[in-house]
């Protein structure tokens, strides 16, 4: 099984997963986020430019993830790279509920971040 094929499960199967980062003071600190795309190149999920979470990604640049399905888990850990708004309407596109989360003029409160694919 390749790289793609567990991206895939992570976003078509379980979408939702358990992402890890540090704050400001050390300590781990975990959110659940969905997983909104996936390609060769990485995994991609979103959040808002105002949210503690997006400063913790910017200053830190890596996160690590976990998810479980029908008693198998997936983990993984990864620089993180912020790509603007290069995959946004694609997200929204695919994952229709994500326009009552973030509702008008999205291009200037979130950023999509593409997290790359190093599979642990």
Not at 20 to 46: C, N, Q, S, W
Not at 57 to 75: A, N, T, V
Not at 93 to 119: A, C, F, V
């Amino acid at each position: 099984m390749t790289s793609l094929y567990y991206l895939k499960i992570l976003v078509e199967d379980i979408h939702s997963t358990v992402i890890a980062t540090v704050d400001a003071d050390g300590k781990p600190i975990t959110r659940v986020i969905d997983m909104m795309l996936y390609d060769e190149k990485g995994i991609y999920f979103l959040t808002a430019k105002g949210k503690e979470f997006y400063r913790q990604l910017m200053e830190q640049g890596y996160i690590s993830l976990s998810s479980i399905k029908d008693k198998r888990s997936i983990s993984l850990r990864g620089k993180i790279k912020n790509i603007g708004h290069e995959k946004l309407d694609e997200i929204f596109d695919k994952n229709i509920y994500m326009q009552r989360i973030y509702p008008g003029d999205i291009y200037h409160h979130s950023s999509s971040l593409k997290e790359k694919k190093t599979m642990k």
